[in-house]
């Protein structure tokens, strides 16, 4: 069935223009008409008056394991919130844990905004904890990068052998679906130089992304240079892994040299500006590296260290925490946030550029922008940036799919899985020994 949105300001975010009209999307999920027109016969009719119409969020970096960890890490440094909180939870997840807290999480994001994301799948415990991510981000049906995380160093780490088999097993489930599996080396200095050789070559073979945390903390460049003399980007350098599929969470403590070493060799940041605020890790130089030409896109970072997946109240902390970095009012404006979430996002996860024209795939939000948070409205890229937040979402479009219709995400009793989940959270806390 055609879907018909009808008249709500479009934003082209590649372009940062802005018109009223109404968008048609076809039975094939991509954009048929945009403009002023009646709707065609039989078609889903989305009122989006007062809303901005745009490319969904691009969510380029989460956990959504950590669903159920919400709030238990607050007011704890980097270090103590792993080894208190999410390491110990994490062992002690169920595989229906692992897939509750993950649907939980996924049915968060749409509902703020994103049509796409990237999942640092941390969950490693064994293949049915692995299998259980995949299965709800499968089931869900959002376009999903699939990082499997890996550490080869430390008590009880895997084998490279193992490491490089498990990739290759999920790899294969995941073939022909809406998840695309890819590389995603977990805590650098737990990750041997042979397996970050090894397991690039495998992300080139493959084609896809090769996805780290890096330089998160000031403690952890300590720890790389404390290791092998070098700082995260020198190392990744050294290592001949920093190229254009190379993605840097993070990416906070970074030198000048480093800087410089991200752009030749074309990485793309991905920036968690909560996530750094929430754990008190630092302020990445964003700015300095956007005017340069680095590619960043933005992350929620799971909701362990967020506490949420609001990637609309992401934006506004992007763009302040810009301005402070920079002690510069002008560092970013709400149109190169925008286009970091969307554009920046989309190409992160390998998806088509967010063009709002004819042909181009439906990946779109419908955001209420005249309320009284937001109006009146005299930019709408500000409005969005500056005032709208996830609770704003009125209607989500995939393809030719509404994932969310007035405010309610479609085919899933959302009350129920929330109950589920609280029963199955506290339960975990219980066997973790975490009250
Ligand atoms: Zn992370």
């Not at 016969?41 to 956990?63: Q, S």
């Not at 700082?231 to 970074?254: C, D, F, N, Y």
Request: hydrophobic fraction near 45%.
């Amino acid at each position: 069935m055609p879907i018909w949105i009808r008249g709500g300001t479009l934003l082209d975010v590649l372009n940062g223009t802005f018109s009223e009209g109404d968008v048609l999307i076809g039975d094939d999920g991509r954009i048929a008409a945009l403009g002023t027109f009646p709707p065609p016969e039989g078609a889903l009719i989305l009122e989006a008056r007062g809303c901005a119409v745009l490319h969904g969020l691009v969510n380029a970096h989460t956990h959504l394991s950590q669903t159920f960890m919400r709030g238990l890490g607050d007011d704890k440094k980097l270090i103590d919130w792993l080894k208190m909180v999410v390491w110990r939870l994490q062992a002690a997840m169920t595989p229906e844990d692992v897939y509750l807290a993950t649907l939980l999480g996924l049915v968060e994001n749409v509902g703020c905004g994103v049509v796409a994301l990237t999942e640092h799948h941390k969950m490693v415990n064994s293949p049915a904890h692995s299998d259980a991510a995949l299965r709800a981000y499968r089931e869900f049906g959002l376009p999903t990068l699939f990082a499997y995380g890996w550490n080869d160093l430390g008590e009880g780490a895997p084998s490279l052998d193992a490491i490089i088999a498990e990739m290759e097993r999920l790899r294969a489930a995941a073939d022909g679906t809406n998840v695309r599996v890819c590389v995603g080396p977990m805590v650098p200095w737990r990750c041997s130089d042979a397996a970050m050789g090894r397991t690039f070559a495998l992300a080139e073979a493959w084609d896809v992304p090769f996805h780290l945390h890096a330089a998160e903390t000031q403690d952890e460049v300590g720890l790389m240079i404390a290791r092998n003399g070098m700082r995260h980007i020198e190392w990744l350098a050294a290592l001949g892994v920093l190229s254009p599929r190379t993605q840097v969470v993070h990416g906070v403590w970074l030198s000048d040299d480093e800087m410089r070493l991200l752009q030749r060799g074309g990485a793309r940041l991905i920036h968690c500006p909560t996530s750094n605020m929430y754990l008190a890790s630092g302020m990445a130089r964003v700015a300095p590296l956007f005017w340069r030409g680095v590619p960043i896109a933005l992350g929620a970072d799971g909701s362990g260290s967020n506490n949420s997946q609001d990637m609309l109240e992401l934006l506004k902390i992007a763009a302040l925490l810009a301005k402070i970095e920079t002690m510069d009012a002008t560092a970013l404006a709400p149109r190169h946030i925008l286009q970091m979430a969307c554009a920046e996002g989309a190409a992160a996860v390998g998806l088509t550029p967010p063009e709002l024209a004819i042909g181009a795939q439906a990946r779109l939000i419908c955001v209420e922008i005249e309320t009284p948070r937001s109006a009146p409205v005299h930019d709408p890229f500000s409005a969005l940036v500056y005032n709208a937040n996830g609770g704003d979402v009125r209607h989500v479009i995939v393809g030719s799919r509404v994932m969310v219709k007035d405010r309610a995400v479609q085919g899933i009793d959302v009350a129920a899985l929330i109950q589920e989940c609280t029963r199955a959270a506290k339960a975990l806390l219980e066997r973790a020994g975490i009250s």
